[in-house]
């Protein structure tokens, strides 16, 4: 297993960002890194995407605890200006065959998104370490322990649905990280970044 994932899985929580502009997307990422969350899945539906994962790798060159990444990685050429903007993981909302063909040839973390037993064997065949259950909110923290029952192995990560209320059941239930998004940017309008810090801080000590 790549150091990469195992630095992903240790930091547990990925922000997942999807800022207005090129902008707010950093400004979100940096504050999250702030708060205590070092997974930075920058979305394709920011604006000027790359951009953002570029100026991220080059910020935290220097902090192996931080890991940038790309999500909503829709199609192969998505995934392809990913790794050039240095992204070291790839999202997506769906299983791509030629995306994971892509990511194992060139030694990235692919998570697909997921939401049955058959696409995630056909994901986890394709070389895929961590499944991405998407939407999280809509198959519960029940489905882990329903899926590890006839396939014990395979390592869980829910998006969409994740919330201060719940990320401790998802843990619990083993899920092996989780995706948090518009929860964490909510109050950005009208408390500025300052709000994604503190929002950061009381997610990672949710989990403790």
């Not at 991405?132 to 192995?153: N, T, V």
């Amino acid at each position: 297993m790549s150091n990469v994932l195992e630095t992903l899985k240790k930091n547990y929580i990925f922000a997942v960002v999807r800022g207005k502009d090129e902008t707010a997307g950093y400004e979100i990422c940096k504050a999250a890194v702030e708060g205590g969350i070092k997974n930075l899945e920058v979305t394709f539906s920011t604006p000027n995407a790359e951009k953002v994962m570029s100026d991220l790798v080059e910020l935290y060159k220097d902090d192996e605890t931080v890991v940038v990444g790309a999500g909503t990685v829709m199609t192969l050429d998505l995934a392809k200006k990913a790794k050039e903007a240095g992204a070291q993981f790839l999202v997506s909302p769906h299983f791509d065959a030629e995306i994971a063909k892509f990511a194992v040839d060139n030694d990235l973390d692919y998570m697909p998104g997921c939401a049955t037993a058959t696409e995630i064997v056909t994901a986890m065949n394709a070389g895929c370490k961590i499944i991405k259950l998407f939407p999280g909110g809509q198959l519960g923290a029940g489905f882990i322990k329903d899926i590890h029952g006839p396939i014990p192995e395979v390592q869980l990560m829910p998006s969409g649905g994740v919330s201060l209320d719940n990320i401790k059941e998802w843990a619990d239930k083993g899920a092996v990280s989780v995706g948090v998004g518009s929860a964490l940017s909510k109050d950005v309008a009208t408390k500025g970044y300052e709000s994604v810090t503190e929002i950061a801080k009381q997610f990672v000590n949710a989990l403790k």
